[in-house]
């Protein structure tokens, strides 16, 4: 096991190295130049660059720019908040969309599982039809297009939740990005519980749990949900992705200063911000790699069918 | 209870005995035809698809407007009137002054174009983008993964470890980097569909090649001297095909779905082009004045949405046949 997790430790720390230096690169050697303005003379070019460092060799930047990171600074904004340090805007921003983000993985995991654990029981009966209705819903309208709709409704037609995100009532103002946002999760993880349900529920050791005379509610906590729940974390890693992704339009469309709407003002703004892309894209993939980790790792810790077969490979 | 029927009478000479009709041999593909055509969510799958395609394709070439022209009229004093935010209306109607005998079934946008035209004109643009790039998608990806597959070794690990990196940087970073470097538009939104699908595609390929690469037809076709690219695109590419194409089913919605995001934040479709994402974002804007606005790209979207994923899961049905006796 502690083989496993080293191997996948180290893994990710190199993927995310890469992706650091690719990411670095890429942006460095992007046509166009900072200075590139009429009022300013070569003298003054010459002298910016070398008192940012731009004209130093590419690795050496990236070093530099790493030890600047080991220091647990992102280094200064170009445009986007006029060359202020970028820390403290990204904790803030990021503080809000974790807050968010977990609301709705939470509310997401709860009702998709009911949902997911209703169908399979009702299986063939009307409350099936209607959470397949549910989820089929979640996967063909994007978390933002319903956002739209609850805000139009629940904000604008009838004034029960704030229109834009307000900081100081956070409750009722995360109501409504919260749910948009669980509505994706809802709709995976209960067409996957149910399935996972249907077959563990006809598996042999549950029809032997039924002869020896186990019936109704301990019958499903004890052997159906434990075996059918495992698979499940498994999906959970792809929905944290989906959650950026639709995060991004969602604080777009209700005003959250989070890291979605950050990434939205340094791309699709005025002018791009170089330094702002690379912080944002490292954060990201930090975040990601770091969650693809843990549920490797949980999983393994699960299921030792995996850490088993990992041994013999690679 | 068997009742004989008149056709059991005649004498047997007469039938056609070269034709078995009880045990007649079917084609794998015939059969999954059939399956899938009995499947009623599969073939409301593709009677939606159907009909958006048919108006994507013809309603903006019959319709009387263009889709990016402002239409406006001028009064007998000759001023000029455009039909700004006009609600939904058919001919004749008494209550509006100057455009009471033009029809605008969805209405005209804030500019004052025809939203029927440009609905129709960005679901066109939305498939394009989607197939353009799903069909680059499948062909890199297959290939990448049954190359993978089928050397093993070294290739493969080099490979696969390629894949896991290029796998593990998020969406969201790569559309952004790309966004930098492009100008926005379609360009930008097929480019970052080609760096984020293929992956899952050439999974898949790999996986199926994995599998395929052990049958005994893969030796026949080695031991008559078939080199490797004869025996990875003619005889397991075929067969691997099934699986792909039901990946391709669920790739389209993801691609038109990434249009809409990226169009709606604002680094994919520039006007006055217009995709479904952008139709969206359009009406979002105006949401509080014209509500009628955002209705139909919205309808366009998850009616695609749905049925493509319904075509996807009927054919994965369909499919799970041979899957099973893998």
Same mark, same amino acid.
């Given at each position: 096991?502690t083989?496993?997790i080293?191997?996948r430790i180290f893994m990710?720390?190199?993927?995310l190295?890469i992706?650091?230096?690719?990411?670095?690169?890429l942006i460095?050697?992007?046509?166009?130049?900072?200075?590139?303005?009429?009022?300013?003379?070569a003298?003054m070019?010459?002298?910016?660059?070398?008192?940012?460092?731009?004209n130093?060799?590419?690795?050496? @930047?990236?070093?530099?720019?790493?030890?600047l990171l #080991?220091?647990?600074?992102?280094?200064n904004?170009t445009?986007?908040y006029?060359?202020?340090?970028?820390?403290?805007i990204?904790?803030?921003?990021?503080?809000n969309?974790?807050?968010?983000g977990?609301?709705? !993985?939470?509310?997401?995991t709860a009702?998709g599982?009911?949902?997911g654990i209703?169908? #399979?029981l009702n299986r063939?009966?009307?409350?099936?039809g209607?959470?397949?209705?549910?989820? /089929?819903?979640?996967?063909c309208?994007?978390s933002?297009?319903?956002? !739209?709709?609850? @805000?139009y409704?629940?904000?604008?037609?009838?004034?029960?939740?704030?229109?834009?995100f307000?900081?100081?009532?956070?409750l009722?103002?995360?109501?409504?990005?919260a749910?948009?946002?669980?509505?994706?999760?809802?709709s995976?993880?209960?067409r996957?519980t149910?399935?996972?349900?249907?077959?563990?529920l006809?598996s042999?050791?549950?029809?032997?749990a039924?002869a020896?005379?186990?019936?109704g509610?301990?019958l499903?906590?004890?052997?159906?949900?434990?075996?059918?729940?495992?698979?499940i974390?498994?999906?959970?890693?792809?929905?944290?992705?989906?959650?950026?992704?639709g995060?991004?339009?969602?604080?777009?469309?209700?005003g959250?200063n989070?890291?979605?709407?950050?990434m939205?003002?340094a791309?699709?703004?005025q002018g791009?911000d170089?330094n702002?892309?690379?912080?944002l894209g490292?954060?990201?993939?930090?975040?990601? !790699?770091?969650?693809m980790?843990?549920?490797?790792?949980?999983?393994? /810790? *699960?299921?030792p069918?995996?850490?088993?077969?990992a041994?013999?490979?690679? | 209870?068997?009742?004989?029927q008149?056709?059991?009478?005649n004498?047997?000479?007469?039938?056609?005995?070269?034709?078995?009709?009880?045990?007649?041999? @079917?084609g794998y593909?015939?059969g999954v035809?059939v399956?899938?055509?009995?499947?009623?969510?599969?073939?409301t799958?593709?009677?939606l698809?159907?009909?958006?395609?048919f108006?994507a394709?013809?309603?903006p070439?019959?319709s009387?407007?263009?889709?990016?022209?402002?239409?406006s009229?001028?009064?007998?004093?000759?001023?000029?009137?455009?039909?700004?935010?006009?609600?939904?209306?058919i001919?004749?109607?008494e209550?509006?002054?100057?455009?009471?005998d033009?029809?605008?079934?969805?209405?005209?946008?804030?500019?004052?174009?025809?939203?029927?035209?440009?609905t129709?004109?960005?679901?066109?643009?939305s498939?394009?983008?989607a197939?353009?790039?799903i069909?680059?998608?499948?062909?890199?990806?297959?290939?990448y993964?049954?190359?993978s597959?089928?050397f093993?070794?070294?290739?493969?690990? #080099?490979l @696969?470890?390629f *894949?896991? /990196?290029?796998g593990?940087?998020?969406?969201?970073?790569?559309?952004s980097?790309?966004?930098?470097?492009?100008e926005?538009g379609?360009g930008?939104?097929?480019?970052?569909?080609?760096l984020?699908?293929?992956?899952?595609?050439?999974k898949?390929a790999?996986?199926?090649?994995?599998?395929?690469?052990?049958?005994e037809?893969?030796?026949?076709s080695?031991t008559?001297?078939?080199?490797?690219?004869?025996?990875?695109?003619?005889?397991?590419l075929?067969?691997?095909?099934?699986?792909i194409?039901?990946?391709?089913?669920?790739? !389209?919605p993801? =691609?038109?779905?990434?249009?809409?995001?990226?169009?709606?934040?604002g680094?994919?479709?520039v006007?006055?082009?217009?995709?479904i994402?952008?139709?969206?974002?359009?009406?979002?804007?105006n949401?509080?004045i014209l509500?009628?606005q955002i209705l139909?790209?919205?309808?366009?979207l #998850?009616?695609?949405?749905l049925g493509?994923?319904?075509?996807g899961?009927?054919?994965?049905? =369909?499919l799970?046949?041979?899957?099973?006796?893998m």
């Amino acid at each position: 096991m502690t083989k496993y997790i080293t191997k996948r430790i180290f893994m990710s720390a190199l993927t995310l190295f890469i992706i650091i230096f690719v990411l670095f690169v890429l942006i460095r050697i992007m046509p166009g130049d900072p200075f590139s303005v009429e009022r300013m003379s070569a003298e003054m070019i010459l002298q910016k660059r070398e008192e940012l460092g731009l004209n130093k060799p590419i690795l050496v @930047q990236f070093v530099d720019y790493l030890s600047l990171l #080991a220091s647990g600074s992102f280094g200064n904004g170009t445009s986007l908040y006029n060359g202020a340090p970028i820390k403290p805007i990204l904790t803030t921003c990021l503080m809000n969309s974790f807050k968010i983000g977990v609301l709705s !993985i939470l509310f997401g995991t709860a009702v998709g599982l009911t949902i997911g654990i209703v169908a #399979a029981l009702n299986r063939g009966k009307f409350l099936d039809g209607l959470c397949t209705l549910v989820s /089929i819903l979640g996967v063909c309208i994007p978390s933002y297009v319903f956002m !739209i709709f609850l @805000q139009y409704t629940f904000a604008y037609k009838i004034p029960f939740f704030p229109y834009f995100f307000d900081p100081s009532k956070f409750l009722t103002s995360a109501v409504m990005p919260a749910m948009s946002l669980s509505l994706f999760a809802i709709s995976t993880i209960a067409r996957f519980t149910r399935n996972e349900m249907l077959e563990v529920l006809n598996s042999d050791y549950v029809k032997l749990a039924e002869a020896k005379g186990l019936y109704g509610f301990e019958l499903i906590r004890k052997h159906v949900l434990r075996n059918a729940l495992i698979p499940i974390v498994t999906v959970i890693a792809p929905l944290v992705v989906d959650l950026l992704t639709g995060a991004m339009v969602i604080e777009k469309i209700y005003g959250i200063n989070g890291v979605g709407k950050l990434m939205v003002d340094a791309i699709a703004g005025q002018g791009v911000d170089y330094n702002y892309v690379l912080a944002l894209g490292i954060v990201f993939s930090a975040l990601y !790699i770091g969650a693809m980790l843990v549920l490797d790792i949980l999983y393994g /810790i *699960i299921d030792p069918r995996i850490r088993l077969t990992a041994k013999e490979g690679f | 209870m068997y009742t004989p029927q008149k056709d059991d009478f005649n004498f047997i000479a007469e039938r056609n005995l070269d034709v078995d009709e009880n045990f007649a041999s @079917q084609g794998y593909w015939k059969g999954v035809a059939v399956h899938f055509l009995r499947n009623k969510f599969a073939v409301t799958g593709v009677i939606l698809v159907s009909i958006i395609i048919f108006f994507a394709l013809f309603a903006p070439v019959v319709s009387s407007y263009n889709y990016d022209e402002i239409v406006s009229v001028t009064n007998s004093s000759g001023k000029e009137f455009i039909a700004k935010s006009l609600g939904p209306q058919i001919g004749a109607s008494e209550s509006q002054d100057f455009f009471a005998d033009r029809t605008f079934l969805f209405g005209t946008d804030d500019m004052g174009r025809d939203l029927w035209t440009r609905t129709w004109q960005g679901a066109r643009v939305s498939l394009i983008i989607a197939f353009v790039a799903i069909l680059i998608d499948m062909i890199v990806g297959t290939s990448y993964g049954l190359i993978s597959g089928y050397f093993g070794g070294l290739v493969d690990n #080099a490979l @696969q470890r390629f *894949i896991e /990196i290029a796998g593990s940087i998020p969406t969201l970073v790569i559309i952004s980097i790309l966004a930098i470097f492009m100008e926005k538009g379609i360009g930008l939104v097929i480019a970052s569909l080609l760096l984020t699908e293929w992956i899952g595609m050439s999974k898949i390929a790999r996986a199926e090649c994995l599998k395929l690469k052990e049958r005994e037809y893969v030796l026949a076709s080695r031991t008559l001297g078939a080199g490797n690219f004869h025996i990875i695109f003619k005889q397991i590419l075929p067969n691997a095909i099934g699986p792909i194409i039901t990946q391709v089913m669920f790739s !389209i919605p993801v =691609a038109i779905f990434t249009e809409a995001f990226l169009s709606f934040v604002g680094v994919g479709i520039v006007l006055p082009q217009c995709s479904i994402g952008s139709l969206i974002e359009a009406g979002f804007n105006n949401i509080t004045i014209l509500p009628y606005q955002i209705l139909p790209p919205i309808s366009v979207l #998850a009616l695609l949405m749905l049925g493509f994923n319904l075509i996807g899961d009927g054919f994965r049905e =369909a499919l799970a046949p041979k899957l099973e006796d893998m």
